[in-house]
Nanobody
Framework: QVQLVESGGGSVQAGGSLRLSCQASGYTYRRNFMAWFRQAPGKEREGVAA????????YIADSVKGRFTISQDNAKNMMWMQMNNLKPEDTAIYYC??????????????????????WGQGTQVTVSS
């Protein structure tokens, strides 16, 4: 049974930093993407960053490029997202997700929630101005 557990959310002031963690269990597919998504109140869930563990390929959404980075450790089954220079518009619930498998994903597909079968429960990030 696949389980994804996020941690590291919290409340910070604009300009601050947070590091989200995702611990995966029952999931060791290095050739499947893992990703971070977020959903702000009243908005649709959006892809933020994705990583392909097999070769370390990453895709970052334009809205956070230059501020957020994604990383992972195959041996630990862990994924992280370092979020710097946070803005109030980054306030959302952040979700860890894992792909079930299939053909290689394009950059657009890797940030599309429809490509992901496994989800964590989410962690709240609140950025105040």
């Amino acid at each position: 049974q696949v389980q994804l557990v996020e941690s590291g959310g919290g409340s910070v002031q604009a300009g601050g930093s947070l590091r989200l963690s995702c611990q995966a269990s029952g999931y060791t597919y290095r050739r499947n993407f893992m990703a971070w998504f977020r959903q702000a109140p009243g908005k649709e869930r959006e892809g933020v960053a994705a990583v392909y563990p097999e070769d370390g390929t990453t895709y970052i959404a334009d809205s956070v490029k230059g501020r957020f980075t994604i990383s992972q450790d195959n041996a630990k089954n862990m994924m992280w997202m370092q979020m710097n220079n946070l803005k109030p518009e980054d306030t959302a619930i952040y979700y860890c997700a894992a792909e079930q498998g299939g053909p290689p994903l394009t950059a657009i597909q890797a940030l599309d929630e429809q490509e992901y079968a496994y989800w964590g429960q989410g962690t709240q990030v609140t950025v105040s101005s």
